[in-house]
């Protein structure tokens, strides 16, 4: 199984500022299409996760621009540019390369 | 807008059987594949599998697949996750997904 590892944040994040979430695979999650195959999620506090990014750096519908997604073929992040109150959660990344899918073990952000 | 409405956890005893639906709507349900995963209660995400938008092919992880079966009636457009000889660890809140989308999740307790 592709083994995925998240790192911690730095917690609380001042709102107003920039965080980044890093994520690394055991595997490298690019194919040969040229896509590599990386979601972002988060969870809100109570609710259900919500997709952020998908194919590493694509932005899902209705997502705020100052998420975005980048990295290589195992070494990722995700970059929440201005954090507010709403982006406070537990982020998720996901590999979708390879059976079985995997996530990473989660990385909380508050907000100070 | 899609919906995903998951439904039939509860409390169940330990070796017994269960089968959680899930019913779609907002979307052509038989062009798409959907997926079952779960979340413990200390946060982790596990992937369980899921199934060809016709019913024809299913993938499970490894650890689950001798006691989970996913099935689908693109009919009434409903998703099935019948769980068999569950285990504590079992307990969880299971979510349907598809890509992007999913439900509320619907939780499971596994105890005596």
């Known amino acids: ?112 | 807008e899609v919906q995903l409405v998951e439904s039939g956890g509860g409390l169940v005893q330990p070796g017994a059987s269960l089968k959680l639906s899930c019913v779609a709507s907002g979307f052509t349900f038989s062009d798409y594949w959907m997926s079952w995963v779960r979340q413990t209660p200390g946060k982790t995400m596990e992937w369980i599998g899921d199934i060809k938008y016709d019913g024809s092919y299913t993938n499970y992880a490894p650890s689950l697949k001798n006691r989970f079966t996913i099935s689908r009636d693109n009919a009434k457009s409903t998703l099935y996750l019948q769980m068999s000889n569950v285990r504590s660890e079992d307990t969880a809140t299971y979510y349907c997904t598809k890509f992007a989308y999913w439900g509320q999740g619907t939780l499971v307790t596994v105890s005596s």
């Open chain 1, 1 to 112: 199984d592709i083994v995925m590892t998240q790192g911690a944040l730095p917690n609380p994040v001042p709102s107003g500022e920039s965080a980044s979430i890093t994520c690394q695979s055991s595997k490298s999650l690019l194919h040969s299409n040229g896509k590599t195959y990386l979601n972002w999620y988060l969870q809100r506090p109570g609710q259900s996760p919500q997709l952020l990014i998908y194919w590493m750096s694509t932005r899902a519908s209705g997502v705020s621009d100052r998420f975005s997604g980048s990295g290589s073929g195992t070494d990722f992040t995700l970059k929440i540019s201005s954090v507010e109150a709403e982006d406070v959660g537990v982020y998720y990344c996901q590999q979708f390369l390879e059976y079985p899918r995997t996530f990473g073990g989660g990385t909380k952000l508050e907000l100070k």
